[in-house]
């Protein structure tokens, strides 16, 4: 999830194709890779844009969840980091 209407169609198949089965699904969302300053002691910046981009993740998947409970599917969650293909694949 992306938080993209494209993911929300695309979970919803999901769930849609899981759901005859009782079949297990597992939501991610990717965050964006952490960003380093490239200058010490510039401050917490790095920080806050990961905390904020790892909120942002967590945000999307509160959604997934929301549509998988309604047809009581088993989901697993995950926030991924990294290049999304690459990340997935791991």
Do not use: N
């Amino acid at each position: 999830m992306d938080g993209y209407d494209a993911s929300a169609v695309a979970m919803d198949h999901g769930v849609s194709i899981a759901e005859p089965d009782a079949a297990a699904i597992s939501l991610s969302a990717r965050r964006g890779c952490r960003m380093e300053m490239s200058a010490p002691g510039i401050g917490t910046i790095a920080d806050k844009l990961t905390e904020t981009l790892e909120q942002e993740a967590e945000d999307v998947l509160g959604t997934a969840d929301v549509r998988a409970e309604e047809p009581s599917i088993t989901f697993e969650r995950s926030v991924l980091e990294g290049i999304p293909h690459e990340a997935i694949a791991e």
